[in-house]
């Protein structure tokens, strides 16, 4: 079975900074782009980053551009997401996700429990 485990949420104020990690086992991670996404109370599902098995290639949505930071260590099956300089408008689960072909980035056919990033002002 496909498991993606998200973890690292919590709570911290303004400016501050999480790195969230997602453990993957049962696809061939170091085959498959992946991604975070993250949904806000209320408020549809928002992609945030997804990063490219072949080449490393790593794409932000606008709003999270030049703070978040997305990696992979493949030997370990482990997505990262470094968020420096939070905002309270980052406040949402955040969700590793895999997608349906591992050569596209959508649609998404696999996400795990998510993790709770709450950001005080």
């Known amino acids: 079975d496909v498991q993606l485990q998200a973890s690292g949420g919590g709570v911290v104020r303004a400016g501050g900074s999480l790195r969230l990690s997602c453990v993957a086992s049962?696809?061939?991670?170091?085959?498959?782009?992946l991604i975070w996404f993250r949904q806000a109370p209320g408020k549809e599902r928002e992609g945030v980053s997804c990063?490219?098995?072949?080449?490393?290639?790593?794409t932000y949505g606008d709003s999270v551009k030049g703070r978040f930071t997305i990696s992979r260590d493949d030997a370990d099956n482990t997505l990262y997401l470094q968020m420096n300089s939070l905002k309270p408008e980052d406040t949402a689960v955040y969700y590793c996700a895999k997608p349906l072909d591992p050569g596209d980035v959508l649609p998404l056919d696999a996400w795990g429990q998510g993790t709770l990033v709450t950001v005080s002002s």
């Open positions: 049962g696809f061939t991670f170091d085959y498959h782009h």
């Open positions: 990063i490219r098995f072949s080449d490393g290639t790593t």
